[in-house]
């Protein structure tokens, strides 16, 4: 079995959703994963904030409004006119839910049903098309199998043993289809995975029911070797490792969410990047295979902060790091490049809420100076040590450049390189030029 997810885009309009259902009817079994109608999330979490700032007619008013946009799609995506009482009728009872949610207390828990109703209805309207037109498919939903334990992570035994049960509730179906993003927490409250988080629930899904195959449709033919809105003559990746993925979505590959790396994995199930405008393109295939000697892509991401701090007292000592590293885990601000010398250590990080007070802890143990707007860069590929160049094909590419600091050796799959913001550009077009072109 496979498991398939489109995302906000690829449904985004009735005929998207038309366009999406001529790709999943090939006669082969499978789970379809989707997202909400692109632009509903956000509006469904500007009816939260509305709500948290106790102004029911602002959640109304957003409540109508994408009412209004979901019962012209009725028009346009069914033909029968039953199917469009049906699913007007369907509207009608998930915006008059919506509707109930101005008039009481708001909590969390109430903004998290809300922001989950887009994919309820992306799914019941994709599903009753389906059935419109004929197709053998039936609806599961992801609150009676998506879990998250304790640790709001994943519980992939109780994910398993729950989805097998739903789909052998409805034996025999070619298409079966959920919801991405919505879940429930260790004490069955809805809850979600996180923005974006829809790719992570095809991931679970995927190892859950051990598939052949995860595909990971959005509007652009998979993962490209640098960033498009930077760089000219970028081109797709066609294989690259899990680790490689991870990398580059985490530095700012856009196409794919980190987190739903890990489960596909694991569980050794390839990920397929397609494009719904480009179906027959090879798009970007993700495995636990390593292209052996080569350098893939390149990433960067921004917002970033260094810190650096140096004191003698790091001489010939031992526990200097731990001290230092207590800080960062205190304020729970998380490190995303380290490197160390014998008088001192830089790092960097992304979040800067706590930074002042980091700061004034880090002076207790040495002089500390701050460096902000720096970008990292990241370059993937092949490295392991008997591979040799890697490195240094990276480095000579960036030799017009500056570079603050330089992490190799963290794993056999990348290096990365801090510069200032300003820099950025010239320098991804640098490694193109140098890397690929
Ligand atoms: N609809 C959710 C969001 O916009 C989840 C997703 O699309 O992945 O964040
Ligand atoms: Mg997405």
Redesign the pocket.
């Given at each position: 079995m496979k498991v398939l997810k489109f995302?906000?885009t690829s449904v985004g309009t009735p005929q998207r959703m038309k366009d999406v259902v001529k790709l999943i009817t090939d006669g082969e079994q499978k789970i379809v994963v989707l997202?909400?109608m692109s632009g509903t999330?956000n509006s469904l979490v500007e009816i939260s904030d509305y709500l948290y700032k106790k102004n029911p007619e602002g959640a109304n008013e957003t409540i109508n409004v994408l009412e209004k946009k979901y019962r012209k799609h009725v028009d346009e995506l069914y033909t029968t006119d039953a199917m469009k009482q049906q699913t007007l009728a369907f509207l009608k009872e998930e915006f008059n839910y919506l509707r109930s949610f101005t008039k009481g207390i708001f909590t969390m828990f109430e903004e998290k049903i809300i922001v989950g109703q887009?994919?309820i209805i992306s799914t019941n309207m994709v599903t009753n098309y389906l059935l419109e037109q004929g197709y053998n498919a039936a609806l599961i939903p992801a609150l009676e199998f998506m879990r998250t334990d304790k640790n709001s992570e994943p519980d992939l035994e109780y994910i398993r043993e729950k989805i097998h049960d739903q789909l052998n509730a409805v034996p025999g179906k070619e298409i079966y289809i959920t919801q991405?993003?919505i879940c429930r927490n260790a004490y069955g409250e809805i809850d979600n995975l996180q923005?974006?988080?829809?790719?992570y629930s095809a991931s679970l899904i995927g190892a859950a029911v051990g598939a052949s195959e995860i595909q990971i449709w959005t509007d652009i033919d998979g993962m490209h070797n640098n960033d498009p809105r930077f760089v000219k003559n970028t081109s797709p990746v066609n294989h690259l490792h899990f680790e490689e993925a991870a990398e580059l979505a985490y530095f700012g590959a856009k196409i794919l969410h980190p987190t739903c790396v890990q489960p596909a994995k694991y569980a050794g199930i390839p990920v397929k990047l397609l494009n719904t405008m480009d179906p027959t393109a090879p798009g970007t295939i993700i495995s636990n295979e390593t292209e052996q000697g080569k350098i893939k892509a390149v990433a960067a991401k921004d917002n970033i902060t260094a810190i650096r701090i140096t004191s003698s007292r790091m001489l010939l000592a031992y526990g200097f790091l731990r001290k230092v590293f207590e800080i960062f885990e205190t304020y729970k601000t998380s490190i995303d490049m380290i490197t160390t010398s014998e008088v001192g250590v830089s790092v960097s990080i992304d979040n800067t809420a706590n930074l002042n007070t980091i700061v004034d802890e880090l002076k207790k143990f040495g002089h500390v100076q701050i460096y902000h707007d720096m970008c990292i860069i990241c370059v993937v590929g092949d490295l392991q040590s008997d591979n040799v160049g890697f490195e240094s094909k990276a480095t000579e590419a960036l030799k017009e450049v500056p570079v603050h600091m330089i992490s190799y050796g963290g794993s056999d799959h990348n290096i990365s390189f801090l510069i200032s913001a300003q820099d950025k550009q010239r320098a991804l077009q640098a490694l193109s030029d140098n890397l690929f072109n």
């Open positions: 995302g906000g997202s909400a999330t887009g994919e991405g993003f923005r974006g988080g829809s790719d």
